[in-house]
């Protein structure tokens, strides 16, 4: 941190006003409807697979927490910081993988096996992100892709560690009992929960820290920064960390809850489908990334079970090909909503419930993330 | 007197959200040099800029008697707007030659003729990158492609920001002649120059118009001077910009 | 010795690969400050119409392969120049939304090729003299480097002559320079955006081509696997500079092969060469300015 006058804005987390209040209150209320749905029979035909009680609706579910609670943390680097990454699948990867890896290399348990799996990911972030911060906008998001596409290769080739393209199994030696087989889905659907709300906590805290105002206000404006003594390299770089570090940490429970991880983790496609779950939800919305996650990943299964029915085969090629192709939908989708819904998800809800025009508030936003 | 050749009425732009041009409104007659002036940062150049819609703008602008506020900057130009920038901004990686030829306009460039005989050192630079060319030098290229073609008006932005005494001369000399053919609004902090150019003087003020009238009427006042332009009008001493 | 000789002439075969993807995606970020990232699906594109139309023809003549270029350069020309008026004209100055959109396309666009020619490789069969071997300083090299090596000189010099002698060129070189000053001076240049995303489009589906027959096949991941890797030379080589890529090309490929041949670790030399470049010169080799 820097050591430069405190500016006047000197909000922190100890002053919640009653409009602070409400995110946190919010983020009580999805917990807790989030927290009995394993005891329930809800059934939603058409988004989930079967009631919720099920394990395979739960471990869908838990996908949608993790990938939430991961495109939380994208939101911190590309909506609060302004930096467009297109490597931050490598953070979660080596979450993943180092895991995996210590797991079945060592005698650890699994909360200290995750913990310095996040404590290599949060090092290696902090090498990689001081070199990838030396350049900033369009730069930026090519060096961090290629950093990505390193880690990706070295995953691959390195198949006596990471398992190569077979991909890593879960070692289960020292994993607690309670959080194997697919009967005991539900306890990793808590364990995804409350890695999710705690990623929230952590991005709500940064965002209303010295650091985090400075990070808004350098994306805006980086000259007024540096004005004012600050330096916006290390703001960015805490940023960075932090965001690579709660991609780790997300990167873990996926491991666990997918018992395994395969390349496909580490791809940049991967980082391409976070950008795509963000802008879905609407740059720069806390919960529009959550949305934006729990849309992609169900939207994701159900168009890839509908590749498979019985409807689409019997089409014609034309229709057929591209709707057997749950991506070119998306990609499709994803770009009618750029083009046409600047804002994404939550700027539609928030147009829909204000009735004023916030298009332009939100196109500026994602002009000012240059 | 005849109509004004730009009528520019509440004019407001903003860059980067911020408001820098509020509310300006003038006029530009249809002959002579119109002077625009004010503090460094009132807003002049992107008073001009929104003219030619390089920033955000909203308001009334008629280029002789018919509306360009809406039409993108290459149309503006295209009716017959030609722009000396401030900074002169040629293009350093093309030759003198290319840099003039980028300017030319099909049928109106009718002041090939006029820019040779003002600017005989360009004419032996032709094949020179513009880049390596002297401050000097640039402007004239800068002023160049303004003149090569035929033009309703021209917006001159602070053509004689950091020059030598000397090319401070040549420059205002070659605007003169220019001016004979061509309305100017002119952007200028050498008081001298404006003395020399100017019949009319537009004074900004944190975006705002807060002054209008004769250039002499001005220049001869230097209480008024200093009050709104923040120099004094002392006959003889240059203006040594960077 | 005449190992080093195959290595330096299949790097610069590599390398001529890297150069007609990078520099449509170099003169495109300079003039509009767009990262194409659909950039390689018109290189796959271009393989993938190659490919089809060369097996129509009878696959392995030199008239089936030429034709093959040609429709695979045109392919890539066309499916660029409506990239550009269809989705990137239309976010006009929004640049991360144009790269998002060229995002999505990405995605969509190699789904759509996965469904159509399905995701294992496809084998590509050409000339037979392709196949063969010429014998240089002793080494036996493979002739498709010869032609890999050709073709970029001819587009470099291509590309080159219409930056200098066209009127087109001259709006391009000067709308890299400083862009709102040509549109001040009367020129709509957006026209010239439609023109460099086709011949982008036009050197990448030639690229797609020439790949398929560097490496053997054509699948649907052709072009973003080749894509990473101009990425990083068009910034190692300086975003914008036409010149910065040709010799980023060279060297990332070269070294590339190298580090592959001696240690097995070209891709990751080719990173470090980045980290080393970003920390010595953050513009890249011959980049003028930092975008921030
Ligand atoms: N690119 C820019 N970004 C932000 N503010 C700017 C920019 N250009 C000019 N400004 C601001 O706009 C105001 C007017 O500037 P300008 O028109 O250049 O003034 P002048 O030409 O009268 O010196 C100044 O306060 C300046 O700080
Ligand atoms: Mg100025």
Request: aromatic letters at 8%.
């Amino acid at each position: 941190m820097t050591d430069a006058p405190a500016p006047a804005r000197r909000a922190g987390w100890i002053r919640i006003t009653r409009a602070g209040w409400f995110p946190l209150a919010l983020a009580v209320v999805f917990g807790a409807v989030a927290a009995v749905l394993p005891l329930l029979a809800i059934e939603i035909p058409g988004v989930l697979p079967g009631p919720t009680y099920l394990p395979g609706t739960l471990q869908l579910l838990a996908l949608c927490l993790i990938f939430a609670a991961l495109a939380l943390s994208y939101h911190l680097l590309f909506g609060t910081a302004g930096m467009l990454s297109f490597g931050h699948a490598l953070y979660f990867a080596l979450g993943a993988y180092g895991l995996g890896v210590l797991l079945q290399r060592t005698d650890l348990g699994l909360v200290p096996a995750i913990a310095i799996a996040v404590a290599i990911a949060t090092g290696i972030a902090l090498a990689l992100g001081a070199v990838s911060l030396r350049v900033a906008g369009i730069s930026f998001a090519m060096v961090t892709l290629a950093f990505a596409q390193a880690g990706s290769v070295l995953v691959r080739r390195n198949a006596w560690l990471t398992g190569g393209e077979e991909g890593l199994r879960l070692d289960t030696r020292n994993v607690p009992e309670f959080l194997i087989g697919v009967l005991n889905t539900r306890n990793v659907y808590w364990v995804a929960l409350v890695v999710l709300l705690a990623v929230f906590l952590v991005v709500v805290w940064f965002e209303r820290s010295r650091a985090g105002h400075v990070a808004v206000a350098s994306r805006e404006n980086e000259l007024r920064v540096r004005v004012l003594g600050l330096r916006p390299f290390t703001v960015k770089l805490l940023t960075f960390v932090i965001a690579s570090a709660l991609a780790a940490l997300t990167g873990t429970i996926y491991f666990v809850l997918q018992s395994g991880a395969t390349p496909r983790a580490t791809s940049a496609d991967f980082t391409l489908t976070l950008l795509v779950i963000v802008v879905l939800g609407g740059v720069g919305s806390r919960w529009g990334a959550v949305v934006g996650a729990f849309v992609y990943t169900l939207l994701d299964q159900r168009l890839t079970a509908f590749a498979a029915s019985d409807a689409v085969a019997g089409l014609p090629d034309a229709l057929r090909i591209p709707l057997s192709e749950p991506l070119f939908i998306l990609g499709t989708l994803f770009i009618l909503v750029v083009l046409f819904l600047p804002g994404g998800i939550a700027g539609t809800v928030r147009r829909a419930s204000s009735g004023r025009r916030v298009t332009r508030a939100a196109r500026e936003r994602l002009e000012e993330a240059e | 007197m005849s109509a004004p050749v730009l009528v520019v009425e509440g004019l407001s732009a903003r860059i980067a959200g911020q408001q820098v041009v509020e509310d300006v409104s003038f006029e530009v007659p249809a002959r002579g040099v119109t002077a625009l002036l004010g503090r460094n940062g009132v807003g002049k150049t992107s008073t001009i800029r929104a003219v030619l819609g390089l920033i955000e703008r909203r308001g009334l602008v008629e280029l002789a008697g018919e509306r360009i506020d809406a039409l993108p900057t290459h149309r503006i130009v295209q009716r017959g707007v030609g722009y000396v920038p401030e900074d002169r901004e040629v293009f350093g990686g093309l030759t003198v030659a290319e840099n003039l030829r980028l300017a030319e306009r099909g049928s109106d460039a009718t002041g090939r003729e006029l820019v040779r005989e003002l600017f005989p050192d360009l004419v032996e630079r032709q094949a020179q990158s513009a880049g390596s060319l002297s401050g000097g030098q640039q402007q004239m290229v800068s002023i160049a492609r303004a003149l090569i073609n035929r033009n309703a008006v021209l917006l001159v932005d602070e053509p004689t920001k950091g020059l030598a005494p000397l090319i401070v001369k040549d420059v205002a000399d070659a605007l003169a002649r220019a001016a004979e053919a061509v309305p100017i609004l002119l952007v200028e902090q050498n008081l001298q120059v404006v003395r020399q150019l100017a019949e009319t003087v537009v004074v900004l003020e944190s975006g705002r118009v807060v002054h209008r009238g004769p250039a002499a009427e001005l220049l001869d006042d230097p209480d008024a001077t200093t009050r709104l332009l923040g120099v004094h009008a002392e006959p003889g001493a240059e203006e040594g910009e960077r | 010795m005449s190992t080093i000789v195959l290595l330096l002439v299949t790097g610069l075969g590599l390398g001529a690969l890297y150069f007609l993807v990078a520099s449509g995606l170099s003169l495109i970020y300079g003039l509009m400050g767009v990262l194409n990232f659909a950039h390689g699906s018109f290189l796959t594109l271009g393989a993938f119409a190659g490919f089809e139309l060369a097996r129509r023809l009878g696959g392995d003549s030199w008239p089936a392969l030429i034709a093959s270029l040609v429709l695979g350069s045109a392919v890539g020309a066309l499916a660029a120049a409506l990239t550009e008026l269809l989705l990137i004209r239309r976010l006009y100055e929004r640049h991360i939304e144009q790269v998002l959109v060229t995002v999505g396309l990405s995605l969509a666009t190699v789904a759509l090729f996965e469904g159509i020619w399905g995701t294992d490789p496809i084998y590509v069969s050409a000339p037979a003299w392709f196949g063969q071997t010429t014998e240089l300083l002793g080494a036996r090299i493979p002739n498709d480097r010869f032609v890999l090596i050709g073709v970029a000189a001819l587009v470099l010099l291509g590309i080159v002559a219409f930056l200098r002698f066209t009127r087109y060129g001259l709006i391009i070189r000067a709308g890299v320079e400083n862009r709102p000053m040509v549109t001040a001076l009367g020129i709509d240049v957006r026209r010239a955006f439609t023109v460099v995303f086709a011949i982008g489009g036009a050197a990448a589906g030639l690229g797609g081509v020439l790949a398929s027959h560097y490496f053997g096949y054509v699948s649907a991941q052709l072009g973003g696997s080749l894509l990473i890797f101009a990425f990083i030379v068009t910034v190692i080589g300086g975003l914008g500079s036409l010149s910065g890529a040709a010799i980023a090309s060279v060297v990332v490929a070269v070294l590339q092969q190298f580090a592959n041949f001696y240690w097995g670790v070209g891709d990751l030399v080719v990173v470090l060469l980045l980290a080393g470049v970003l920390l010595l010169r953050p513009a890249g080799i011959l980049g003028k300015k930092v975008h921030a």
